[in-house]
């Protein structure tokens, strides 16, 4: 049998189905809704990809910013759940979407924001998830050196060969490249089969984690911070309260704006989107407990407090725990870096070029661009940038709340699929733009800048202008959803809406294309027979039926 090898090509294989017809600008196979026989994801899927998310470096070290502001590591804890209890709301209620119309992020945006218009979200989306996969890399990059380190002591005294203005030594780049490769496997993989890696993760961590926690508790007898008091009171405890609410939602706002990314893949009823409201409270809580105790039986043990979790274990004398430990960093550095960063900032590239773009390619696109930021630069020296990037979130609130709103208020979950895939269908709006989302999400983030200025440049005194800022992801929400709702009721966009929704199940029927992939890229009409891979097919099945049957290879 004589092999033959597919030519890559520049651009990517094109969507065949009646999404894509006569609009291959805004389409392509990764794109268009996904299939009934694609759709894997169970709810033990979402559960382990949260436990994934959850278990993760950040989420340790929560506790740590808040504490610096003045507050205890009680009110910390309570703060963590807080956010997390407000922000799964939004994660749902933009993941149900998902669920119903099984298209990614970049597609449903065309809704409320018009085709051109929601080029907004997606391009503040894309960055964010380059900037913080570059920042992840090199977290993970320092559990690699502690890795390695704990097999190879000398290598942590490695001689440095780059210039000390670059930030970096040779040994944590040596780190960086290794971590960087191992992501690589794991770009390529699509998004059906990555739930297997958050289920290694969701168990190999938290048990990691857990026996922390037991050491913790074993082997110091004298945690004094767990009976610390507030440094502060009245208006300063209040602001510094609603300020680090802010903060922690803020690490997480991106999810609540594309969260279909990964809802589409769900096989399950959209009801179990809000198994998101108890269990991210209960995650996410647990993990910053966890790096709470940690840092402050360290501090007993060895009198540094160390929020950074390798800095902690670097004090310890097994070679073989430190090893385990790191390895388990390193893990939950590479599940959140796909599950929040690259997954996400590929849709979006797909989304911006998608005749050469695909999940795949965007994903390594994604890793290549992380070089050209040079995240060792920004950490070591670049504190307004990190500052900027951190603060960006409070874009990301009104984004949410529009796409929210516009689906359960404005609409009535009544949306058209096909459309969103049609540039001069009635997600139009004016030339491509919905001005009423543009002039809300302005009116959301305007009494965030004083603040957010401050926040880049500190000595920018902005007054009390920097008050607002330090709740600007509760106000830039729910100020947005009140501009957004109102201009809908005042100014209704009549030609969006329609008297029951239209799902992809529905058009993918009407249209008679089959449901089961074949060894093509291309979708045939039932009952037409075509080669494909040298070989014929008849595709066979009723029109409207929810399961359709495999097609058979005729000999």
Same mark, same amino acid.
């Given at each position: 049998?004589?092999?033959?090898f597919k030519r890559p ?36 899927s979402f559960i382990v990809?949260? #436990?994934?998310?959850?278990? @993760?470096?950040?989420? /340790?070290? $929560?506790?740590?910013?808040? %504490?610096? !502001?003045?507050?205890? *590591? ?106 960087w490769l191992f992501q690589?496997?794991? #770009?390529?993989?699509?998004? @059906?089969?990555?739930? /297997?890696? $958050?289920?290694?993760?969701? %168990?190999? !961590?938290?048990?990691? *984690? ?346």
């Amino acid at each position: 049998m004589k092999l033959q090898f597919k030519r890559p090509h520049l651009k990517v294989s094109p969507a065949k189905s009646a999404f894509s017809e006569g609009n291959p600008r805004w389409i392509n196979r990764d794109l268009e809704p996904v299939r009934r026989h694609e759709r894997k994801w169970t709810v033990l899927s979402f559960i382990v990809y949260w #436990l994934s998310d959850g278990f @993760n470096a950040s989420a /340790w070290q $929560f506790a740590s910013s808040i %504490i610096a !502001v003045g507050l205890t *590591w009680r009110e910390s804890l309570v703060i963590v759940a807080v956010a997390f209890f407000i922000i799964s709301f939004v994660i749902s209620l933009n993941g149900a979407v998902g669920v119903i119309h099984h298209a990614p992020f970049p597609v449903i945006a065309r809704a409320s924001w018009g085709f051109w218009g929601s080029y907004v979200p997606i391009i503040s989306r894309a960055v964010l998830g380059v900037f913080w996969f570059s920042i992840m890399t090199m977290n993970g990059a320092n559990s690699v050196r502690v890795m390695i380190g704990a097999i190879w002591p000398s290598f942590l005294t490695l001689p440095n060969h780059i210039s000390e203005d670059q930030g970096i030594a040779t040994n944590t780049m040596v780190s960086f490249l290794i971590f960087w490769l191992f992501q690589i496997p794991f #770009l390529c993989m699509h998004p @059906n089969t990555l739930r /297997w890696l $958050f289920l290694v993760k969701s %168990i190999l !961590v938290p048990i990691a *984690w857990i026996a922390i926690l037991i050491w913790a508790f074993v082997s110091a007898k004298d945690m004094d911070m767990f009976d610390q008091t507030a440094t502060v009171s009245g208006s300063a405890y209040a602001w510094g309260w609603l300020a680090s609410l802010t903060s922690v939602i803020g690490n997480y706002a991106t999810l609540s704006v594309n969260q279909a990314d990964f809802s589409r893949y769900s096989r399950v009823s959209v009801k179990w989107q809000l198994l998101y409201v108890p269990l991210l409270p209960i995650v996410f809580t647990f993990t910053a407990f966890v790096g709470i105790a940690a840092t402050s039986s360290g501090a007993a043990q060895y009198g540094e407090l160390n929020w950074d979790p390798m800095d902690l274990i670097s004090h310890w004398p097994s070679r073989a725990a430190r090893f385990f430990v790191a390895a388990s960093f390193a893990l939950a550095a590479l599940g959140v870096n796909i599950s929040a960063n690259s997954l996400s900032a590929a849709n979006d590239l797909t989304a911006l070029f998608p005749a050469y773009v695909n999940i795949r390619r965007g994903q390594l696109l994604c890793a290549l661009l992380s070089w050209a930021l040079v995240p060792w630069k920004i950490l070591a020296s670049a504190a307004s940038f990190l500052n900027f990037m951190a603060a960006y979130a409070v874009f990301l609130g009104p984004i949410a709340s529009i796409m929210a709103c516009d689906f359960w208020i404005i609409h009535e979950r009544k949306y058209d699929t096909l459309a969103l895939y049609q540039p001069y269908s009635i997600y139009r709006y004016t030339y491509g733009i919905n001005w009423r989302a543009i002039v809300s999400f302005f009116v959301g983030v305007a009494p965030n800048l004083p603040g957010f200025i401050n926040s880049i440049n500190p000595d920018v005194d902005v007054g009390v202008g920097i008050h607002p800022y330090q709740f600007g992801w509760l106000l830039g929400f729910f100020g947005t959803a009140l501009v957004y709702i109102l201009l809908g009721k005042v100014f209704p966009p009549q030609e969006t809406f329609i008297d029951k929704a239209v799902l992809p199940d529905d058009v993918y029927d009407a249209s008679g294309y089959m449901d089961e992939p074949t060894d093509g890229e291309s979708n045939v009409l039932e009952g037409q027979t075509v080669p494909i891979d040298e070989e014929n097919i008849v595709i066979e099945g009723e029109k409207g039926r929810k399961d359709r049957h495999r097609s058979e290879k005729i000999l």
